[in-house]
Nanobody, 125 residues
Framework: QLQLVESGGGLVQPGGSLRLSCAAS????????IGWFRQVPGKEREGVSC????????DYADSVKGRFTISRDDARNTFYLQMNGLKPEDSAIYYC??????????????????WGQGTQVTVSS
């Protein structure tokens, strides 16, 4: 069964840090483009960051540039979103996703097909 399992969310004070992890099972990440998304109830899902299958191309939403870092560890079959300088407006449910290698392996991918279950990030004092 192909699956993405997220971890690392929680409650943090403004200015704090969290690292989200997304572990893949049932397949290897090597050929997959990866993305992180977030959604606040009642709002559209927002792309946060992406990384190509090769790891050479990354991109970030303007709202998180300079604060968030995406990375992948294909040996561990896991990828990460390091979030520093968190702000209350970063509060959301965060989702990881992988693309479809036969479609593309780029950042951003044209199609993300497999999604994690989501992890809540709350930034509040």
């Amino acid at each position: 069964q192909l699956q993405l399992v997220e971890s690392g969310g929680g409650l943090v004070q403004p200015g704090g840090s969290l690292r989200l992890s997304c572990a893949a099972s049932g397949f290897t990440l090597d050929y997959y483009a990866i993305g992180w998304f977030r959604q606040v109830p009642g709002k559209e899902r927002e792309g946060v960051s992406c990384i190509s299958s090769s790891g050479t191309s990354t991109d970030y939403a303007d709202s998180v540039k300079g604060r968030f870092t995406i990375s992948r560890d294909d040996a561990r079959n896991t990828f990460y979103l390091q979030m520093n300088g968190l702000k209350p407006e970063d509060s959301a449910i965060y989702y990881c996703a992988v693309g479809v290698p036969s479609v593309d392996r780029m950042c951003p991918s044209r199609r993300y097909e497999l999604w994690g279950q989501g992890t809540q990030v709350t930034v509040s004092s």
